[in-house]
Structure formats: C-alpha cells, structure tokens
C-alpha cells in the first residue's frame, strides 16, 4: 500500500486531518507505519492534528514491549496455525468430503445472488450522456450585456407562449394605444415591479421589446390578488386583461410553466442512481461518518445485507454541489473550518470518492461553496482547485445547470442557488423548503427567476438558465433541508446535506436534514428515501 493508499484508508477509517497534521504526515519518512499506528491506536479523536499524532506514536513507543510480546504471540499463532493446517492435510479422504459439505452447507440463494451480482455488474454497462453544461466563458457584467441578456430571456419564453393555443389577441405594449380601448387581450411582458396598494389593489411594472404598460389587479378580484404573490419581479408571464385608461386591467395571468402532456422517459432496465447534494468536506461540521455510509451503501459494505443488495444496483451518483466548504463564502467563515485551504479541501473529498467502485458514473456540479463561478449559470469546479478530482475516470465535473440523459432519464441538476431568493419573495411558502420554490421554477421556465437578489447572474448571450427541457428528475441542493414531490410528471428531489447544523444555521433557525437523501430507480422514476443515521 503507498501513503496515498494508507491516507485513503485512514479517512475511510472516518478520520479527518487538520492542515497542519497533513503536512506533518506527509513530511514523515515513515509515514506508512504512523498511520499504521493511529490506525491500531483506537484514538476516539475523529480530527487529528500534530500533536494527537505525536501523542500516538509517544504511546506506541511506550508499548513498544507490550507490542513486541503481542508479535510473538502472534508468530506463535502463526506457527500454531500453520501446524494446524499440516494436520489437516494428513487428514482421512471422509474428513475432507465433510470439509466440502460445510461448504455447501452455505445458503444456495446467497450464491445465486452472489453470481446475480457478479453478473448484473459485467451486464449494466453506463449509459449517460451530458446534453448541456455551462460552458467558461468570459462575461462582462455591464448595461449592455445584461440587456441582451433579458432580451434574449423575453424572446426565448415568449415563443413558448406564442405556441399556446388557449392565448387569443396576442398584443405587444406599442399595440396598446393611450385613447383607444380594447378588451381581452393577451400581453407576455417582463414584470419590472410589482407592489400592493394600502387600498389592497396590485399595481404591476411590464415591459416588452416594444414599451412599457402598468397593470392592475383589482381588489375586487381576491382569487387573483391572493395567485399575484406567486409572480416574480424579473419574470416573463402573459396577462390577459382589458385597456382602459392607459391601464391593463388583469383578469387572467398566465405562466410559461410545463405542459400536462408531458410525459416522463424511464430507463430500459433497473437502474439505481443515488442524489446527493452540500457535502461540505473541510468543514468543522461535515458529517464525515454518514458521507462514508453512503460510499458504503454504493460498495455494498454497509453491515446491513439488505442496502447491500439496494447499493449493488447503484449505477448514478449525482452531485448537486457544495462538495466542499470552501473558502470566504460567508463572514467568519474560518472558525468553522477545520481545513482552510480549498485545495486540501478538494483532496479530502477526492479521498471519498476515489474509495467508490469504478463502474459508478458520478456526476459533480458546483455549488455556491465550491471553487467555480458563483454567478449563475456556474461553471464546472476550476482544476487548480481540485487537480485528483479530474484525474478519477468516473468523476464527471459539469457546470450547474446541467441537462444530463442516464439511462434515458433526462435529469436536470442545479444547485438551487435562487430557492432561497424565491422563498422570500413569496410569502406563502415557508422558508425552510425546497419543493415550492422549484415547482414556481418549472412554472416560470427558469432557474434564477429574480434579479438582484443574493443570486448573482451571469449576463451571458443567451439566457442559459432558462429551462429550456423539461427533465424527467429536477434535482437540487443548497437549503440543506431535503424534500421530494412530483410537478406535472416532473420528479422533484432536493438531496439535503452531509454536514450538520453550523452556528449561523442555528442562529437563523434552520434545522438540516442531515444524511437524509434520495436513491431513485429509473425504470419507473420511483424514489426512496434513504437516512443513513438509522444504517448499519
Ligand atoms: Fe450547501
């Protein structure tokens, strides 16, 4: 085994090293038989650092006779064993025939399902293909780009719109005249502001390539005051209404949304693929243990046979970013960390996923914690951040959104970075979800609906954050609370997170769903909810 491989295995064994320990390690000579030692030494310290380890190898000193004693009890067994075997071997031909007998004695089914197995993984060959992920490309964040950039998101949603047959009288803003009033008519416009009157009446900002109009939702229309809280600032959506006055007087509003006849693509045959999401590695708080259950699962070496037998069939691991902490992404963040270089970061991380077997397709998109773009769409982790990462065959490292085609399921990963920004900008959904804001996603046809907010936007030539396909699984992270639902056949999985509650969560009440995520079977697009704090 070289150091990498015994590194490997100390994290597998569920130990994390401070920065610091790290190098000391890696600048031993024998580095090989200290981690042998903190391996034997049985430490009950999960986050070692210099001095845990030079503790344990003044402790084995110490022992160093109790140890040499213990090898020559060994070497006596050894010898003993040895004589033991001899003695079989001039064992009687019936004694052997029931040696043979015990063998089988083994239970047929386990066999038969070992050979399943066996054959099952020579048999399911991958079959992913990346339809889109965010190219790097340079942007230039000024007036112009950004207007080219909601020219083109106007243009794009609005040929959905044009396609619906329930629209009549489709108007532009130039069409509707100061003096001449003209009833039910259809106008797909940006909304550019909306705010309540004290009065109770809605006044809605819209703008389309041609103008500008204001709009109105009467008080005396409560079923369409209390839908307006849905719509977004930034949006494109079609209002249908009278015009009267130099004001649009809404009756109906339409969203771009996703049509019911949609129908979901399954896999040809039985398929697993695992979702998860915020792993945070360098974090105080990442959750080290229940992270190695899920590598376990895959690996079919949980102690419980049962999700053996679940993880066998895993083909997918889908990661919707924060792999790692990061660096500087809040106010304070370095008390939190427990390593603070990203790169050591990325290395722990690779350590986990180099443990997974191979023939797994895992699929990794950033995050907001990750070293990438922050502006959305965000492009794939930077390699100088994560150098082993790149070098695993099986890892693929996409940019968020991706559209991707596993088994012919389309599936479409995003981080979520905007669910937050649309939790509070509508009142009726509760802060602490996840589903609600990617179903007002799909309705909107975009990822980042809302401009300006704590989402920042990347003002590329063409809106790529519209949802230009519609995914058979919608998959995101980020709110580390996980939650599933389905939205006009539309599976929607929010996978939660690795890392326990951190002391901003606390202070901003936030609850994590902690190890609690999602393996979906893509023959039928049924998940299952798996918690790996209740797994063996
Ligand atoms: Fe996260």
């Known amino acids: 085994m070289n150091p990498s491989q015994k590194l490997r295995k100390l994290v597998a064994e569920g130990y994390q090293l401070t920065p610091e320990a790290f190098s000391f390690l890696n600048s031993l000579e024998d580095i090989d038989s200290v981690i042998d030692r903190i391996l034997s030494s049985g430490t009950s310290k999960l986050i070692l650092s210099i001095d845990d380890i030079k503790d344990i190898i003044k402790k084995e000193e110490?022992?160093?006779?109790?140890?040499?004693?213990?090898?020559?009890?060994?070497?006596?067994?050894?010898?003993?064993?040895?004589?033991?075997?001899?003695?079989?071997?001039?064992?009687?031909?019936?004694?052997?025939?029931?040696?043979?007998?015990?063998?089988?004695?083994?239970?047929?089914?386990?066999?038969?399902?070992?050979?399943?197995?066996?054959?099952?993984?020579?048999?399911?060959?991958?079959?992913?293909?990346?339809?889109?992920?965010?190219?790097?490309?340079?942007?230039?964040?000024?007036?112009?780009?950004?207007?080219?950039?909601?020219?083109?998101?106007?243009?794009?949603?609005?040929?959905?719109f044009s396609k619906r047959r329930d629209i009549k009288n489709r108007v532009s803003t130039s069409d509707l005249e100061p003096n001449k009033n003209r009833d039910n008519v259809s106008l797909v416009a940006i909304v550019t502001k909306i705010q309540n009157t004290r009065k109770g009446n809605v006044i809605i900002e819209l703008e389309d390539l041609e103008g500008t109009v204001i709009s109105l939702i009467h008080v005396s229309k409560p079923d369409l005051v209390q839908s307006s809280q849905f719509i977004l600032e930034d949006s494109v959506l079609c209002f249908v209404g009278s015009w009267r006055n130099k004001l649009l007087n809404i009756n109906e509003v339409l969203w771009p949304d996703i049509p019911y006849t949609h129908k979901p693509n399954y896999s040809y045959e039985e398929v697993l693929a695992l979702h998860i999401s915020d792993i945070h590695v360098g974090s105080k708080n990442f959750a080290g243990k229940l992270f190695h259950k899920a590598i376990n699962l895959i690996n079919g070496t949980l102690q419980d046979e049962k999700y053996n037998k679940v993880g066998e069939k895993i083909k997918y691991l889908f990661v919707a970013g924060d792999v790692?902490?990061?660096?500087?992404?809040?106010?304070?963040?370095?008390?939190?960390?427990?390593?603070?270089?990203?790169?050591?970061?990325?290395?722990?991380?690779?350590?986990?996923?180099?443990?997974?077997?191979?023939?797994?397709?895992?699929?990794?998109?950033?995050?907001?914690?990750?070293?990438?773009?922050?502006?959305?769409?965000?492009?794939?982790?930077?390699?100088?951040?994560?150098?082993?990462?790149?070098?695993?065959?099986?890892?693929?490292?996409?940019?968020?959104?991706?559209?991707?085609?596993?088994?012919?399921?389309?599936?479409?990963?995003?981080?979520?970075?905007?669910?937050?920004d649309i939790n509070a900008a509508i009142p009726a959904i509760p802060h602490e979800t996840s589903i609600p804001a990617m179903r007002e996603m799909l309705k909107n046809r975009h990822l980042v609906p809302i401009y300006g907010k704590r989402t920042p936007i990347a003002p590329t030539p063409t809106d790529e954050l519209i949802i230009s396909r519609i995914p058979d699984i919608f998959h995101t992270g980020h709110t580390h609370i996980a939650g599933d639902d389905r939205y006009k056949g539309v599976l929607l999985l929010n996978s939660g997170t690795f890392q326990y509650q951190t002391s901003y969560q606390k202070s901003m009440n936030i609850n994590p769903t902690t190890g609690l995520t999602y393996i979906v079977n893509l023959k039928n697009l049924e998940r299952s909810k798996i918690n790996f704090n209740e797994i063996n």
């Open 62 to 160: 110490n022992i160093e006779v109790t140890a040499e004693i213990d090898e020559l009890d060994k070497e006596k067994m050894k010898i003993d064993e040895q004589e033991k075997k001899e003695t079989i071997s001039q064992t009687s031909v019936s004694e052997e025939v029931e040696n043979d007998v015990v063998i089988e004695e083994q239970p047929l089914q386990t066999k038969e399902e070992e050979h399943q197995t066996s054959v099952r993984k020579e048999q399911v060959s991958s079959d992913l293909k990346v339809i889109y992920s965010p190219k790097v490309t340079q942007t230039v964040a000024s007036a112009e780009s950004f207007r080219q950039y909601f020219k083109n998101r106007f243009e794009v949603i609005n040929s959905y």
């Open 324 to 420: 790692v902490d990061g660096i500087g992404v809040y106010p304070g963040q370095k008390d939190d960390l427990m390593l603070d270089n990203i790169q050591l970061q990325y290395h722990l991380a690779t350590e986990y996923f180099d443990q997974i077997r191979k023939d797994v397709e895992i699929v990794i998109i950033p995050g907001n914690h990750d070293g990438a773009r922050s502006a959305e769409p965000q492009t794939p982790i930077q390699k100088e951040f994560a150098q082993n990462l790149f070098e695993l065959d099986n890892v693929h490292l996409l940019g968020s959104p991706c559209y991707l085609k596993a088994h012919n399921v389309e599936i479409m990963l995003n981080h979520g970075n905007s669910i937050l």
